[in-house]
């Protein structure tokens, strides 16, 4: 199946720094790439939606400016995460998928922890 | 609005019974349905969807567009299908993709 991976797998950063993730679709085009939160034990929150060269798309309730997120190329998405703080701690995770998948489906990434002190 | 329901946030069954996962949808088109498992420390995977129509790990799901349902089952649990179990819904061309709230599944021995 299609391999997806994020970097880095855990982070830990100060209060008000930024902190960059990356997604990327190993070996497929993804036009669209999904960001999502979860807390433990919960369910997956779909943060946005990014489109390979168009903006992403936020849901209510997610600050864009907040939490950047760049889809650059085919294989590639970023999330930046500006002036974190330690509500900002989640586990982060990708997905891809698209037109240039099989059945349309998700294949995901295998997250990043981020802790922020 | 697409949406996807799973009524029950914990399932817990006794290793050998019957499991069936819950899932209802609102989509005004026609979806394509998947479950997702994510098993303790490891990431998403597709389970299953429904346009193969497959049995993977003894598990089936049918898409019920009457009932708007798209149930998944087990005729006898095992303790290594533990784990947490996603519905998901696509709107076509991979956009508009949509989970519901999980279900986390518990088989006792």
């Known amino acids: 199946g299609a391999v997806v991976s994020q970097h880095p797998s855990r982070v830990i950063c100060k209060s008000g720094t930024s902190v960059k993730i990356e997604c990327r679709s190993l070996d497929f085009q993804a036009t669209t790439m999904f960001w999502y939160r979860q807390f433990p034990k919960q369910s997956l929150m779909l943060m946005a939606t990014?489109?390979?060269?168009?903006?992403?798309?936020?849901e209510q309730g997610v600050e864009k400016d907040k939490f950047l997120i760049n889809h650059a190329s085919l294989t590639l998405s970023t999330l930046t995460v500006t002036s974190a703080h330690p509500e900002d701690s989640s586990f982060y995770i990708c997905s891809a998928g698209g037109a240039g998948t099989p059945y349309n489906e998700q294949f995901f990434g295998p997250g990043t922890r981020l802790t922020v002190l | 609005a697409q949406r996807v329901t799973q009524p029950e946030k914990l399932l817990s069954v006794f290793k050998g019974a019957p499991v069936e996962l819950k899932c209802n949808y609102s989509y005004s088109g026609s979806p394509e349905l998947f479950w997702y498992v994510q098993y303790s420390r490891q990431r998403l995977q597709l389970l299953l969807r429904?346009?193969s129509r497959e049995s993977i790990k003894g598990f089936t799901a049918d898409l019920n567009k009457g009932e708007t349902s798209f149930h998944l089952k087990k005729p006898f649990a095992q303790e290594e299908d533990s784990a947490m179990y996603y519905c998901?819904?696509?709107?076509?061309?991979?956009?508009?993709?949509?989970f519901g709230p999980g279900t986390r599944l518990s088989v006792l021995p």
């Open positions: 429904h346009i």
């Open positions: 990014s489109n390979e060269g168009s903006k992403a798309t936020y």
């Open positions: 998901a819904l696509s709107g076509g061309s991979g956009q508009n993709f949509v």
